[in-house]
C-alpha cells in the first residue's frame, strides 16, 4: 500500500521482499493513479483513483489476492531479514492457524527498537489478551505483520483503523498466535508514527458485564447468610503472620466462620492453627484444603514476571473450593482489621459477583502523570483484590472463577499484580465498588488521608510492618498505621502467653542526641518478641523532631523517657526479668534478634551476647562475616576468648537482678561490664552476626 508515492521508499521495500527466500508469493501494489512511481513488470500494480487508505486496499486484496495468507505492508517500510518471510510461514503452518503476529521493529533516528512479544501459554491471542496486547505491544495497534489466512480476510469489514481490523480479526479467527519470527519494520516519520490505542465502545475485556446487566434484569437477590464468613489463603510461610490479623477479627466481630484454606501445610501447622483457635472462642475455625484436582486450574500460570507464588490465585477457586457457603469476605494475610465487619457483610452487591475497594495505584498514577500499563486512561477503575466481597453462589452458577483462571492463563506474562490484575480484566466495570474503609492501602495516606477510626480493614501492603527499615520511610499516619499492627501484635501475643518475660530495651542517647530515631527503633519495634518496655535514655536534650516521634510512640508502646547521665538509673527503672543494651546508633538486623537472644537466655544464661556486624559511617562500610550458627555456653573465667561479644554492655541481654547488682553503686560502664561476666553463673555468646555496631559517627 503505497500513500506518499516516493520512488525511493518503494524500491527498498520492493528490494527486501525480492531477496527473501521463499518465492512463492504474489505482490499486488496498491497506488494512486496520480502516481508516477516505476514499478517492477513482476509487480502487479492496482491504481485507485482518489486517497489510497487501508481500507479500500483490504477490499481489493480480498478479490485479488490468491495467496493462502494475506500480509499487507506500507510502501514505506521493509522486511527485516531474507529468510522472515519463510519463518512466517513455516511458524503459521506449523501452529495450524488461520492468524499470527510477527514481531515489528521500528526504525526511527537511525536506531532499530526490538520489542519481543511474552508469548505466556502457548502464544495464543484471543479475546482475553487482545486489548492488554493492544496497550503493551506496538504491534497490536495496527495490521502491519499480521498474517490473515485468506478465508479469514473474506469475514472482515474493510475499515481503515488497523486497530479494528486486528480487533475483528482475533475475534473471527479460529487460531490466533503471537510468532516468534521478526518480519516487519516499520520505519517512523513525522506522518507514519505508531498509533496510539483507542478504546472503541463495542470492545470490552470481557463477558463480566453483560452477565451482571442481565443478572439485574431478572432481579436477583442474593441471600445473606446471619454469621459472618471470612476466608484466608495460607501456606506455611504466612502462619507466623497470622496472629495479628486473627486476633483483630476476634477482637471487632462477635461471631465468624473463619476458613482458612490452603493447599500445603506441614502437619506442625496444621496443629499449631487448631490450638490457636482455643483461645479464640468467637472464631469458628474451618481448615480446608484445596484439591489436586482444583488446584492443576492455576499450576500452569506463568508467573516469571513477579515475585509471588502461584497460591496468590487460590482465592479465585473459592467459590468451588467452599461449595457449601454462599458468601465470604476474602482477607489477604497482611490486612488488619480495626472495626466490625456487619456493615461490609451486609452490602447489596446489586447483582454484582463481588465488590471491592480502589488501588493505590491510580492515585499514584495521577501524581506521576503517567498511564495504568494494562488499563491506560481507564485505570481509575482498578481496584485491589486484597479485600473482596463474594457472592460464592452467583459465581457458581456462572462458572466465572475458570474464566478469570483463563485471563490469567492467557495474559499473566504481562502482568505486574498476578491474580489482581486477572481479577481487574474480567471484571472491569463489572464490580461492586467499595469504600476505601473496607481495603484502605498504607500508600493511601499520601493520597487521600482517612483517620484511623473511619478504617475498617487496613491494608499494610508496600509499608510491610515485618519489614526491615519501613519506619524509616514512613511518615506520621503511615507510623501510626504501623504502630497500630505493633499493638494489635504485643497485645495477641500476650492473649496466647507467648512471651511470658517481659524484656527492657535501654536505648543509649547520651553520646548523640540528635540522633535519627527512626533506624534504630525501627529495628526494635518490628522484633517479633514483642514482651518489650523501651527506656530510652537521654540527658534531658532532645531535639523537637525526635519528642515528637518519641511522643507518637507511647500511646502504641511501653516507652518512657528516662533523662539520667548514669545508665544505672535506667536500670534501675526496668521492670522486666531481662535489660538488653542498645546503642542509639546501633540496629538490630533481623525480625528474630531478641527470640533468639531469649531461647538462649532461657537455656540458663544470666547474660547473652552475640556477633555483630560493623557500619564505618565515614566511608558507608560494613563489615560482616558468614558464621555457622553456634551457642557457646562460658563460664565466670573462660569467657577471655570472646573479648569481641563480650567487650561492652552493648548488645547485651542480662537477667535484669544481676544488671541492677553490679550497675547499683554507680561504677564505670566498662567496670560494670566486667563485674557482670564475673558475676554470670552462665555467659552465652551466639556465633551468629546478628546486630550492626555502627562507628567512627
Known amino acids: 500500500m503505497d500513500t506518499t508515492g516516493k520512488q525511493a521508499d ?12 521463499y518465492s512463492d508469493y ?13 514499478v517492477p513488470p513482476s509487480v502487479t500494480q492496482y491504481e485507485l483513483s482518489g486517497q489510497v487508505d487501508l481500507a479500500r486496499t483490504i477490499t ?10 494475506v500480509t499487507f505492508m506500507q510502501a514505506r517500510d521493509f522486511i527485516l531479514e531474507d529468510d522472515a518471510l519463510a519463518n512466517c510461514l513455516q511458524e503459521v503452518d506449523k501452529r495450524d492457524v488461520d492468524l499470527g503476529m510477527a514481531n515489528v521493529v521500528r526504525l526511527a533516528d537511525d536506531k532499530f527498537y526490538l520489542s519481543d512479544h511474552h508469548l505466556g501459554n502457548y502464544g495464543l491471542i484471543n479475546t482475553n489478551n487482545l486489548i492488554p496486547y493492544m496497550r503493551f505491544y506496538l504491534a497490536f495497534r495496527n495490521i502491519w505483520g499480521l498474517f ?17 481490523v486486528l480487533y475483528q480479526a482475533v475475534h473471527l479467527a479460529k487460531k490466533a498466535i503471537i510468532m516468534q519470527s521478526k518480519f516487519y519494520c516499520l520505519v517512523e516519520a513525522a506522518d507514519n508514527q505508531v498509533e496510539p490505542f483507542r478504546w472503541q465502545t463495542d470492545y470490552e475485556y470481557s463477558e463480566a458485564k453483560r452477565l451482571v446487566s442481565e443478572i439485574r434484569a431478572r432481579g436477583y437477590q442474593a441471600q445473606i447468610p446471619k454469621v459472618i464468613n471470612v476466608a484466608l489463603c495460607i501456606d506455611d510461610n504466612l502462619v507466623k503472620r497470622l496472629v495479628p490479623l486473627i486476633y483483630s477479627l476476634a477482637k471487632n466481630n462477635r461471631e465468624l466462620n473463619l476458613y482458612l484454606v490452603y493447599y500445603r501445610l506441614s502437619s506442625s501447622n496444621k496443629d499449631y492453627l487448631r490450638q490457636l483457635a482455643t483461645n479464640f472462642s468467637n472464631l469458628n475455625f474451618h481448615l480446608r484444603k484445596l484439591t489436586k484436582e482444583l488446584h492443576q486450574f492455576i499450576e500452569p500460570i506463568n508467573l516469571s514476571k513477579i515475585k509471588l507464588p502461584v497460591a496468590t490465585y487460590t482465592r479465585v477457586l473459592l467459590p468451588h473450593i467452599l461449595p457449601e457457603v454462599k458468601r465470604i469476605i476474602y482477607l489477604d494475610t497482611d490486612t488488619q482489621v480495626l472495626a466490625s465487619l456487619e456493615e461490609l457483610w451486609q452490602t447489596d452487591l446489586e447483582g454484582n459477583f463481588l465488590g471491592a475497594a480502589g488501588d493505590s495505584a491510580p492515585y499514584m498514577h495521577r501524581k506521576l502523570g503517567t498511564w495504568h500499563s494494562m488499563f491506560g486512561d481507564q485505570g481509575d477503575n482498578y481496584f485491589n483484590s486484597g479485600v473482596l466481597l463474594m457472592d460464592l453462589e452467583l459465581m457458581r452458577k456462572y462458572h ?14 504481562i502482568f505486574v499484580q498476578a491474580d489482581q490484575d486477572a481479577h481487574n480484566l474480567y471484571y472491569y466495570d463489572a464490580y461492586k465498588r467499595l469504600d476505601l474503609k473496607y481495603n484502605y492501602g498504607s500508600p493511601l495516606f499520601e493520597y487521600e488521608p482517612y483517620p484511623l477510626e473511619a478504617i475498617t480493614i487496613l491494608h499494610h501492603y ?12 514512613a511518615d506520621s499516619l503511615v507510623l501510626a498505621a504501623l504502630n497500630t499492627y505493633y499493638q494489635a501484635k504485643r497485645e495477641a501475643d500476650e492473649l496466647l502467653g507467648k512471651w511470658p518475660d517481659k524484656i527492657s530495651v535501654i536505648v543509649d542517647l547520651r553520646q548523640n542526641e540528635r540522633a535519627d530515631l527512626k533506624r534504630c527503633l525501627g529495628g526494635l519495634l518490628y522484633q517479633s518478641y514483642t514482651n518489650l518496655e523501651i527506656l530510652v535514655l537521654t540527658k534531658g536534650t532532645l531535639t523537637k523532631q525526635q519528642a515528637e516521634f518519641l511522643a507518637e510512640l507511647q500511646p502504641y508502646h511501653r516507652l518512657e523517657i528516662v533523662e539520667a547521665s548514669q545508665l544505672k538509673e535506667a536500670v534501675a527503672k526496668a521492670s522486666g526479668a531481662y535489660v538488653y543494651f542498645l546503642n542509639i546508633n546501633d540496629l538490630l538486623l533481623k525480625e528474630d534478634v531478641l527470640a533468639k537472644f531469649y531461647q538462649v537466655a532461657n537455656r540458663g544464661a544470666d547474660l547473652v551476647a552475640s556477633d555483630y556486624q560493623r557500619f564505618d559511617y565515614q566511608t558507608k562500610m560494613i563489615y560482616w562475616v558468614n558464621k555457622e550458627e553456634q551457642v557457646a555456653f562460658l563460664g565466670a573465667t573462660n569467657n577471655q576468648q570472646y573479648q569481641r561479644e563480650l567487650g561492652e554492655l552493648t548488645g547485651w541481654l542480662v537477667k535484669t537482678s544481676l544488671a541492677k547488682e553490679c550497675l547499683a553503686s554507680g561504677v564505670s560502664e566498662q567496670l560494670a561490664a566486667k563485674l557482670l561476666r564475673q558475676e554470670a553463673k552462665q555467659v552465652a555468646v551466639i556465633s551468629e552476626q546478628l546486630w550492626l555496631k555502627t562507628f567512627n559517627k
Not at 10 to 21: E, F, H, M, P, R
Not at 60 to 69: E, M, R, T, V, Y
Open 10 to 21: 518503494l524500491a527498498k521495500c520492493l528490494d527486501s521482499i525480492s531477496k527473501q527466500t
Open 26 to 38: 504474489e505482490l499486488l501494489l496498491v497506488t494512486s493513479e496520480e502516481s508516477s512511481l516505476v
Open 60 to 69: 481489493l486484496a480480498k478479490q485479488h489476492a490468491d495467496g493462502q495468507f
Open 148 to 164: 490473515i489466512n485468506k478465508e479469514l480476510l473474506e469475514k472482515l469489514a474493510a475499515q481503515n483503523q488497523g486497530q479494528r
Open 462 to 473: 508496600v509499608y510491610k510492618p515485618w519489614k526491615d527499615g519501613v519506619l524509616e520511610e
Open 400 to 413: 466465572v472463577a475458570f474464566k478469570v483462571i483463563k485471563e490469567a492463563l492467557d495474559t499473566a506474562q
